[in-house]
């Protein structure tokens, strides 16, 4: 092949063209992945934020399920000490009872 001068001057200022479209298109193409990473981050980042604050209430509300289980428990506990208190004191005077009578029968003169 052989290239005449004329030709020359078109070709390089062909090359230069495409060489700076070339380079314009990867730098607009970094630009979006760059925001398109940016974006993503960002995304990221909200539902992250998101999930750990829906975590954080989930973990809240567990614990107050919790703890109202343990407040019934204990009103249980305290109800049961209540009704064994009222047996305790129902079986003191049935013992009370019980002695006196067995003392009335001890001192009582015998009928053989």
């Given amino acids: 092949m ?3 001068p004329q030709l020359l001057g078109p070709v390089i200022v062909a090359l ?3 060489a700076g479209s070339y ?3 990867i ?3 970094r630009d979006e992945l760059r925001e398109q990473t940016k974006r993503a981050l960002e995304t990221f980042q909200e539902k992250t934020e998101t999930a750990e604050a829906n975590d954080r209430l989930a973990f809240r509300a567990e614990q107050r399920a919790e703890m ?3 407040r ?3 009103q249980q506990c305290e109800n049961d000490k209540a009704d064994m208190i009222v047996k305790l004191a129902a079986a003191q005077a049935k013992t009370t009872i019980l002695e006196a009578r067995v003392g009335a029968l001890e001192h009582a003169p ?3």
Avoid: P, W
């Fill in 110 to 112: 015998s009928r053989h």
């Fill in 23 to 25: 380079t314009v298109i």
């Fill in 16 to 18: 230069i063209t495409a």
């Fill in 68 to 70: 109202q289980e343990l």
């Fill in 2 to 4: 052989d290239f005449s």
């Fill in 72 to 74: 019934q428990k204990v």
């Fill in 27 to 29: 730098q607009k193409m």
